[in-house]
């Protein structure tokens, strides 16, 4: 049997990553979501807060595709449910940044907790042979995605 080209064996890899993603969507803590009471917007805020940090409304109303009208209002009730906090710059007042609360990183940290374990429990199942082949190409994805975001970042 030949080996594929290397387009088509992106797209075995890309069609085989799908596959693990749905395999794995289960280990997303639905529990834990549905007890939240945020819409998904609303999660999406929470999670990009606590993977970038205190974010200006503007940032996160262009990472989510929306106008800043729209994500005042989505910040509105997440600062009213105490999961985010808005903060004026000292130095100009005109710029609102928002941030995880103190019960806002508690909430994210249980989510992601809860799918590592998740995750966990189904590496357990790999041989130590595997798990550090995994590791190795995980690493070297690590280290490609951090090329390709400086290449994108170039463009």
Sequence with gaps: MNKPERPELLDNILKTGDKLFRQLLPAIPREGLLELDVTMPQLKIMLLLFINGPMRMGALAADLQVTLATTTGLV?????????????LPDDRRVVLCRLSGEGQ???NRIWETARNNTRKMLENLDTGTLNTLAGVLKTMLEASGTAAKQAGAD
Excluded: A, M, N, P
């Excluded at 509105?76 to 004026?88: F, H, I, T």
């Design 76 to 88: 509105d009730r997440l600062v009213e449910r105490g999961q985010v906090v808005r903060e004026s």
């Design 106 to 108: 508690k909430t994210v």
